[in-house]
């Protein structure tokens, strides 16, 4: 009887319980598209690497591309994973990518998607998140085929792979260039057979100096010489490029033995060459990094200077430049590393010193800076 008498009461107390943690629950934020925005610039070629793929609450995304906007950058590069929008062969969601995009397009910006990062039922068993057989390369081009079929209208250039000229982006094997095109054909027949319209970027290639023989890695410059001998040419629109300027100023000269900003000169020697000259250049990833004990950083107003003298050259004088998009904007997390410093905008929204002249540079209400 007495247990029976104990029942009411704990009932009574699941629900008081019950309903004091479901009032505790933060009330979800409403998030709108409203008006449709403009990027109101001086220079229509700027642009941001956003890496917005594991940004999970919606408001951080629109403040995020809102920013962007304000800056005055009308280009981004963000990153879909493909093991994140196909984890089973054939299955998609799409929910995140979507939050994205339409966020992005609402604020007046233009995407560049870089795809990559192979789900686990694509590749063998405790293999790297970038090892992709041979065998796979249709799965790949299924995916891709996929996503500019869901996004057509909405963008309108992608990127097939990343940095394939080092070993860690190509399943920590020795890169191939050879298996490289061939990929790169894949995708590009079957992007095009989604949307007849879409501009597909090829390379993506990590500036190294690596010698012949390295097995971490490929120099980019006998990387796209080899893209060309396999038949690379005729399957794709744009070479992609990463344009890092370490400790060099952006006006130092170009050399095969240095990695500074201007290297990307040498691979359009090599387009060139084999009678490409009439694609475009966009530089996906590039810029300085300004920790205080990184080697290869600058001092704060140093990099500065160089990110806007950078965004100059690309106006002015490199006219096969379509974007230059810098390495990064935001990340949703701190890193707490020396890639901290390359940021814009710190996690929780506080525009660094960089962001803010920038956006007076985009406005037109400064002069170039020369490189202290």
Known sequence: MRANRLWPF?????????????????????????????????????????????????????????????????????????????????????????????????????????????????RPKDSAFS???????????????AFVDHFRGKIHYIIVWNEPNISLEWGYRPVDPEAYTKLLKVAYRRAKEADPEIKVLAGALAPTLAPPGDPWGMSDLDFLGRM???????YFDILAVHSYGWTFPPDDPPAPDKINFRRVELLRQIM???????????????????????SKAVRPAQRIAYTIRAYEIALREWEWCMALCLWAFRYPWATHTYQDYYTFVSVDFIPKPIYLEVQKYARGELAEKTPP
């Open 10 to 122: 704990l009932w009574r107390s699941l629900i008081i319980l019950f309903l004091f943690q479901w009032a505790a629950k933060p009330v979800p934020t409403l998030v709108t598209l409203g008006p449709p925005q403009k990027v109101v610039t001086i220079n229509p070629k700027m642009g941001v690497h956003t890496r917005l793929t594991d940004e999970v609450e919606e408001w951080k995304i629109k403040r995020t591309l809102q920013m962007v906007r304000e800056m005055g950058a009308p280009w981004i590069v963000e990153y879909f994973p493909w093991a994140y929008y196909e984890p089973k062969k054939g299955s998609f969601s799409w929910a995140h990518a979507d939050t994205v995009v339409k966020h992005a397009v609402n604020q007046g910006l233009t995407v560049i998607a870089r795809l990559g990062f192979v789900p686990k039922w694509a």
């Open 131 to 145: 090892y992709l057989d041979e065998e796979r390369f249709e799965d790949f081009g299924d995916f891709v085929y």
């Open 228 to 234: 060309y001998q396999a038949g690379a040419k005729d």
């Open 272 to 294: 060139v060459d084999n009678g490409d000259a009439h694609k475009p250049i966009i530089i996906t990833e590039g810029g300085w990094n300004d920790h205080p004990r990184w």
